[in-house]
């Protein structure tokens, strides 16, 4: 008896709060709805109010909490700092920009938490859903979380010049697609740079190449340097294709190229539906046959994205890399003593359409954004001015072996890596105002579905050479079709 | 309720919060968002908490019209039909290793092939990267070494092998375990049916087949359900062998469903579709449960 009467207690107390749950849905639905009317309101009356934000409107007597949370250097660095696997090299931790800050602005406690990178969207989303949060590190991309900063930046031009550029998204959140708006401020970048071993080059009697060289040119020295070292007697590889190992940068590839061809993908209308997506155009063909063929001369290691060696070291077996972290690639030079052997070049130029001659792009960042549901968003801006331009900060950025966005770090820089910080610099001025990676005419990570896992697949399949480039093409386009077509 | 009852229930009570502080864990984590996901299935929801518009039934009608997603559930079914091998390869090693008898070889056996089952998961997965590599891999050197001739196959690269290197893997991490439990099953079985299958002439083969097997169907079935379980759900092994990406690589090849769900909740977030996804997951194990469970009487009273 005792039992029935324990289990009808625990079945309706469970009964209760299950219904109690689901119950409280279409509530909580309607408070999420009013949530979200909240935010886009809020997101209005700050613009609003942004016309004619100055620092002197801050109120440097109210005490506040500004809470800062996200994935990037902040958080790799952690409070007191890092130590390179490879290196050894210490690096120092945030407090440092922290105690700088108080200095300025005693008034505002920094409440800094890192996220790491796995699964960092749904992270932030998460810790935006608190109300509670003021800054979202690296949240450019989640444009329905952030607050658009294009009339930040027009009401502070002087800042605008100082740095080298913003990073923008193609999103019906704010505008419609075709217009990008600003969501983020890059505080470092990281262009790609190719890393050239000169040794093996001169082994097989290789001409170096120099800054306007071409895919071609890149794809003609992977094929002469691919086989058995005539000096050394070992074997080589001629090139290392970006990110084998991370099926999700795998992407980068096809930006570089894409660019360089002026490979046009994506041509956008108002919204997602009056846009057009073309990857099966010649250009676009040319693009994954470079991929293609690049990839007939990578290590078995790199083919199938196992136990890939990034460092520049002593032992290298590759003639040509490319990636990002050039400053951290320099560190490992320097450590190992071959930092002679090693050219540092700027990725192949564009050979059409508007940037022509400039290298082609990509460029990897850790950006900063203000939540649009954030109560202090003038003092969040204020942060991001100060994380992005003080002498203190863009110290700590190049101290992290990181590119500060701010144009006064170049000196640093160059002083820092010496001439090995020419193609850097080189890529750093050749980006476009309103370039980003995320939603560009070549590639969009934001707005339609399974662009970024299907280009992995593709270029995975492509340089192990189990499809064509055609076929990369229409399965690209097929996949995308179908996904705006159930949408 | 006259007194003594009371007393009695006054008496009990106080260790029922010890119950209660599971039972609203259970609630709060399991129920409220098992709920929410039947919900979300039915709402257009990109980011959770920032406007949710109820759909009715279109996440579901995205995903059958999508090939993607049809591919996963195809991809999942072969690689759970392929784990499933398990069951037999466990249970030769259970007869192998029980024909010692209780000494300490056995219990060497025992402990050695059920190691594998204990090894943390995402370790075991980074070996078996170098294992199962084209060029130089451990499996390759050895088939090399065997076949004297160069082995060079893709078994986590290449498309036409890579769900037999998942499977592989798989083997090597859960036949300990089916070897135990079947290890477990044989050991119950009383010696006296083989004595008696002994003096009627039985031999070795016979008693296997008529005696053993029949008698550990139970112990089969419990695998397999819960091997079917295992491989619908099956994750984080495909996830890292792909490149840290839950495309499936090669060729979106290994891309299961909880991958695919996995995809549109972190990577490209749309919780409606992901959730819908979850739903279509759970009516499948369902339902591969419930066959399984009424096809071999395994929660029939009279078989228990």
Same mark, same amino acid.
């Given at each position: ?151 930040? /930046? ?8 100082? =740095? ?31 890393? =050239? ?49 991370? &099926? ?22 108002? $919204? ?49 890399? !490319? ?82 966005? &701010? ?60 499809? $064509? ?19 | ?58 996440? !579901?009608?995205? /995903? ?31 007869? &192998? ?43 390759? @050197? ?24 998942? @499977? ?28 008696? &299958? ?107």
């Amino acid at each position: 008896m005792n039992k029935k009467i324990v289990a009808f207690i625990l079945a309706g107390t469970m009964s209760a709060m299950a219904l109690s749950g689901c119950g409280s849905s279409s509530s909580e639905t309607s408070s999420s709805q009013s949530d979200a009317a909240g935010v886009s309101s809020a997101v209005s009356e700050s613009t609003e109010s942004n016309e004619g934000t100055t620092a002197a409107a801050l109120d440097e007597n109210e005490k506040f909490t500004l809470k800062i949370y996200g994935p990037g250097l902040l958080s790799s660095q952690g409070e007191t700092g890092a130590v390179d696997m490879v290196t050894g090299l210490e690096t120092p931790g945030y407090n440092v920009i922290v105690d700088r800050w108080n200095e300025l602005h005693p008034n505002v406690t920094l409440d800094i938490e890192g996220a790491p990178w796995d699964s960092w969207q749904s992270a932030v989303q998460t810790a935006a859903l608190s109300g509670d949060l003021d800054i979202i590190l690296h949240g450019a991309t989640l444009t329905s979380l952030v607050e658009p900063l294009d009339d930040y /930046l027009a009401s502070e031009p002087d800042f605008a010049s100082q =740095i080298y550029t913003t990073e923008t998204r193609r999103t019906t959140d704010y505008n419609d697609l075709s217009i990008p708006t600003t969501t983020g401020i890059p505080y470092t970048l990281n262009p790609e740079i190719a890393y =050239i071993d000169t040794q093996i080059l001169k082994d097989y009697g290789v001409d170096l190449p120099d800054k306007n060289w071409t895919w071609e040119d890149l794809l003609e020295i992977a094929k002469k340097t691919t086989g058995t070292d005539p000096v050394t007697g070992k074997q080589t590889y001629g090139v290392q294709i970006d990110s084998m190992d991370n &099926a999700n940068n795998l992407y980068t590839n096809f930006q570089l190229i894409a660019t360089a061809y002026d490979a046009k993908v994506f041509t956008y209308g108002k $919204t997602v539906e009056d846009s057009t997506v073309d990857y099966t155009s010649d250009k676009s063909v040319k693009v994954f046959q470079m991929i293609q063929d690049l990839g007939q001369y990578c290590s078995p290691e790199v083919k199938e994205g196992v136990n890939i060696s990034y460092a520049l070291t002593a032992d290298n077996d590759t003639a040509i890399r !490319y990636c990002q972290n050039s400053y951290t690639h320099y560190e490992e030079t320097e450590t190992a003593g071959v930092s002679d052997r090693y050219l540092f070049l700027p990725m192949p130029v564009i050979e059409e359409g508007e940037h022509k001659g400039d290298p082609s792009i990509f460029k990897g960042c850790n950006n900063i954004a203000i939540c649009n549901t954030s109560k202090h968003k003038d003092w969040a801006w204020e942060f991001i001015k100060f994380l992005v331009t003080d002498p203190t900060c863009v110290q700590w950025f190049i101290d992290c072996t990181q590119f500060p966005n &701010a144009t006064s770090g170049l000196d640093n820089v160059t002083e820092a890596m010496g001439d090995k910080a020419e193609p850097v610099i080189t890529a750093l001025k050749a980006l476009p105002d309103d370039f980003s990676n995320s939603t560009t005419e070549y590639y969009n990570n934001v707005s339609f579905g399974p662009v970024p896992a299907t280009l992995g697949v593709v270029t995975h399949d492509l340089v192990n050479d189990t499809t $064509t480039a055609e076929e990369a093409a229409q399965t690209m386009q097929s996949t995308i079709e179908e996904y705006l077509n159930t949408q | 309720m006259n007194a003594s009852k009371f007393v009695k229930l006054k008496k009990e009570l106080r260790w029922y919060p010890f119950v209660i502080v599971s039972v609203i864990a259970l609630i709060l984590f399991v129920y409220i968002p098992m709920f929410r996901t039947v919900q979300y299935s039915l709402y257009d929801v990109s980011i959770v908490g920032y406007g949710e518009k109820f759909c009715g039934l279109k996440n !579901y009608r995205t /995903l059958f019209g999508q090939s993607q997603f049809l591919k996963s559930i195809l991809n999942t079914v072969i690689l759970t039909l392929l784990s499933l091998i398990t069951i037999p390869i466990g249970f030769l090693l259970a007869v &192998a290793i029980n024909s010692f008898g209780r000494t300490k070889i056995q219990s060497f056996f025992r402990i050695g092939y059920y190691l594998p089952n204990i090894i943390t998961g995402v370790s075991v997965i980074l070996m078996f990267q170098a294992v199962l590599q084209g060029h130089g891999g451990l499996l390759n @050197t050895f088939l090399s070494a065997i076949l004297h001739r160069e082995i060079t196959i893709g078994w986590i690269s290449d498309v036409k092998y890579a769900k037999l290197g998942a @499977t592989i893997l798989w083997i090597w991490q859960s036949s300990g375990y089916a070897m135990l439990i079947n290890l477990a099953s044989l050991q119950a079985i009383p010696t006296e049916l083989y004595e008696a &299958a002994s003096v009627d002439g039985a031999n070795s083969f016979h008693k296997i087949t008529r005696i053993t097997m029949p008698l550990m169907k139970d112990c089969f079935t419990f695998l397999f359900v819960t091997g079917v379980i295992n491989g619908l759900s099956r994750f984080t092994d495909l996830y890292i062998l792909g490149g840290n990406s839950s495309a499936g690589i090669p060729s979106g090849s290994l891309q299961t469903i909880l991958m695919y769900i996995y995809q549109y909740s972190f990577e490209t977030p749309n919780f409606g579709l992901s959730s819908a996804g979850s739903m279509i997951l759970f009516a499948l194990v369902f339902v591969f449960t419930l066959a399984n469970v009424k096809l071999t009487g395994f929660m029939d009273v009279e078989n228990n």
